[in-house]
């Protein structure tokens, strides 16, 4: 006998048929008056990570909001990440009650704003307290969205036919794939990415349980950023000396150098070997030893700052 029950599936079923743990993003777009509006949206996440030349969020929203409409007319949008305060939850809650337009709900915002950091036209301002900003642009691009704009206005629902993934994808639902054009990080988090993670250097960053019972939202305070080692799983010297002979003929490595490979986990093996293959024949180099690998490592450390 199963120890679990079989819970009915009904819209909306990540806050009505689940406990699913969500950011709590305050996105700022550009309303017709060039003033900047705010919306709270909690389905917004990562979409492209890795192995394209952009990055990317999604975000899945209603597309009567103000925040669709400004993102269908003028694709710009900064989402704004604040840290854990009951007083702010309690007015991202307000942005968040639908049916007031912009200028209503803004005239009693409370948030200081300042510029963000793209210099390239007309974009929302960003709130001056978040921890960090997404500066991004929609790529209407994507399943021909750009044609979206003819059913801007339509605020009572949208005809079909619909998107699959981006633009206006039912009757009242939207998506938006993002380009992340800028990240926006407060000193403190960004010397802590720069320089390695401590408990007290990451944000007190709240989880959103959504709008449950047609009453409340709900959301849990942040308490402290706890640290799981990774499993202890060594490669022997073998292992990576089979990998690292078959890479290249031209290029060797030295036994010292391929022990400051063996915590590399076996399926990025190769990759990671090509990479210290590509710095050697970039700089000439034949034999990497354990000096070269620290130039190495050096170096994908300044990549990071970069
Ligand atoms: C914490 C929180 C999270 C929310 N997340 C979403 C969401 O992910 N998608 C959505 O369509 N609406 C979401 N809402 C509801 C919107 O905020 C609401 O539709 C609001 O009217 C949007 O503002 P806007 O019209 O100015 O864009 C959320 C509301 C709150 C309070």
């Known amino acids: 006998m199963s120890s679990f029950k079989d819970l009915r599936i009904v819209d909306n079923f990540y806050q009505t048929s689940a406990y699913y743990p969500m950011p709590t993003i305050l996105i700022s777009t550009l309303d017709d008056d060039g003033n900047t509006s705010l ?30 409409q400004n993102l269908l007319k003028r694709g710009k949008c900064a989402l704004n990440f604040l840290e854990d305060s009951y007083k702010d ?8 009650f639908p049916g007031q337009t912009s200028k209503e709900k803004m005239k009693d ?28 642009t929609w790529d209407d691009s994507l399943e021909e969205a750009y044609k979206d704009k003819e059913k801007i206005g339509q605020l009572d629902g949208v005809m079909g036919p619909y998107r699959n993934f981006n633009g206006i994808t ?43 019972d047609s009453t409340y939202f709900w959301y849990t305070k942040f308490k402290k950023a706890l640290k799981c080692p990774i499993p202890d ?13 078959r890479a290249d003929p031209d290029v060797k490595f030295t036994d010292d150098a391929l022990k400051m490979l063996i915590k590399v986990p076996r399926v990025f093996l190769k990759t990671v070997i090509n990479g210290c293959v590509k710095y050697a024949k970039d700089n000439n180099i034949t034999l990497i030893d354990e000096k070269v690998m620290r130039e190495i490592n050096d170096k994908r450390k300044e990549e990071k700052k970069k």
């Open 109 to 136: 915002c409370p948030f200081e704003f300042e510029k963000g950091l793209m210099e390239d036209g007309d974009r929302p301002l960003v709130i001056k307290k978040a921890y960090q900003v997404f500066e991004c």
């Open 39 to 68: 919306g709270a949206y909690s389905l917004c996440f990562p979409y492209y990570i890795a192995g394209k030349d952009h990055y990317a969020m999604l975000l899945e929203c209603r597309n009567s909001s103000n925040t669709a």
């Open 170 to 212: 039912s009757k009242f639902g939207c998506h938006f794939i993002l380009k992340i054009d800028k990240i926006l990080m407060k000193e403190k988090y960004y010397n802590a990415i720069i320089n390695g993670a401590k408990s007290s250097t990451f944000p007190k960053v709240p989880i959103d349980f959504g709008y449950r």
């Open 233 to 245: 799983v060594e490669n022997d010297v073998k292992t990576v000396r089979y990998a690292a002979d």
């Open 89 to 96: 939850f309690k007015e991202t809650v307000r942005l968040g």
